[in-house]
């Protein structure tokens, strides 16, 4: 979960970052007010640079949150522009419900040459987690378990043993 | 295959059409079973070298399946030839085809829990590995495939050739266009324990939704497009 939530931190700096960056008329909203307000800058990008070079957008090596205040957006989607990421172009829309960011999604990043996929899918925070529930909708076949063994028996024993 | 196959078209279909395609499953099982004694695949391990055609195919998909999951699929285990776990989804595969040939274009396959759903968009369940008897995610699928790993089904019949085998991975459900890839990448990814989710994310084309024995799931980013 650790893994997550900082996934979660960097993926709100990219998001922040994009549109500290953008340029007014790239704005393309399901809201028409045209502001994203951010009170910090994202100045932890510039500091944070290595020393080989790397660019600090693609892969920020210190993963800290910025001092962001509660309720600075406004609901909505977000598109930020296209970004030149050194290895192609980055662009990510942002989902703001009840004046936070609740979700980034990645509509473009550099991802054609093996060598920017490797470096991308390192630094691209790009999982979700959740924890499953119940869904109550019909369906027509289903996928997954078709019978318990013990294996599975094992696994729900320790995720008790673990839920202690 | 010792599993449950089920199999849905939509139009007027007779028994015939069916009956044939089970009789494909069938054959398929004779020939590529490694508990049938007179199957090719065990006259492979008892020194056969000279392979008919489509046993040729099999091992060269085999072997690209080997490379491009960094040995994570593999086939051959303690010296025994066993591809039961690329045949299933190529055996899928070739059904699907044998029903479009047919002149079908609406239909489901199911062999196990490995699905291939084309025509309409079908709603695909992921099962509560929980709880048997809740679904825990409807997937619109059209012209693809799903496909799930887990140690749950049928034993423990995923292992990883690379080492120790981890246990805290309970389920992993990979989503894709061609059941063979989308089977083989699951039960790759399965077997890399929780790296699996991120080399699922990594390829072009699949997505996937993996859960832990605290109930928790990983998903890739592009998974919610199929939640409906």
Request: contains cysteine; hydrophobic residues 40%; glycine residues 8%.
């Amino acid at each position: 979960m650790k893994q997550i939530a900082l996934s979660l931190v960097v993926v709100g700096i990219f998001g922040l970052y994009a549109f500290w960056n953008k340029k007014p008329e790239t704005m393309v909203i399901s809201d028409s007010r045209p502001k994203l307000v951010v009170k910090t800058k994202p100045k932890r990008f510039i500091e944070d640079e290595d020393d080989d070079n790397r660019p600090a957008l693609l892969a920020p090596k210190i993963i800290k949150s910025p001092p962001i205040s509660n309720k600075v957006y406004r609901d909505g989607e977000y598109l930020g522009p296209v970004t030149d990421a050194l290895y192609g172009n980055l662009q990510v829309k942002a989902i703001v419900k009840n004046g936070l960011i609740s979700d980034v999604i990645f509509l473009d990043y550099p991802q054609d040459r093996p060598t920017s996929r490797e470096i991308n899918t390192q630094a691209m925070p790009y999982l979700k987690s959740e924890a499953i529930a119940a869904q109550s909708a019909q369906v027509d076949v289903i996928t997954g378990a078709t019978q318990t063994s013990k294996a599975f028996i094992e696994s729900l024993t320790a995720a008790l043993n673990a839920a202690i | 295959m010792g599993m449950p196959i089920t199999i849905k078209i939509v139009g007027l279909v007779s028994q015939n059409i069916f009956d044939r395609v089970f009789e494909y499953f069938e054959s398929i099982d004779e020939k590529y079973s490694p508990f049938k004694e007179n199957s090719e695949v065990s006259q492979i391990n008892n020194g056969l070298t000279s392979v008919s055609h489509d046993m040729n195919i099999i091992m060269k998909l085999c072997k690209e399946a080997n490379e491009i999951t960094n040995g994570y699929f593999d086939v051959w285990r303690g010296g025994i030839f066993n591809p039961s776990g690329l045949v299933k989804g190529w055996a899928i595969k070739n059904a699907g085809n044998l029903v479009r040939n047919m002149g079908f274009e609406n239909y489901f396959l199911d062999v196990g829990g490995d699905i291939e759903a084309f025509g309409k968009t079908w709603k695909i369940g992921i099962r509560n590995p929980f709880n048997l008897s809740e679904t825990i995610k409807v997937l619109n699928i059209q012209d693809g495939a799903v496909a799930t790993s887990g140690n749950y089904e049928r034993g423990n019949h995923i292992y990883n050739p690379l080492g120790k085998m981890q246990n805290d991975i309970v389920s992993l459900t990979v989503i894709g266009s061609d059941i063979l890839w989308a089977d083989v990448m699951a039960t790759a990814a399965f077997a890399m324990g929780r790296e699996g989710i991120s080399f699922i994310e990594k390829q072009k084309g699949l997505e996937g939704y993996m859960i832990d024995n605290k109930g928790m799931a990983i998903y890739t980013s592009g998974f919610n497009i199929y939640v409906g």
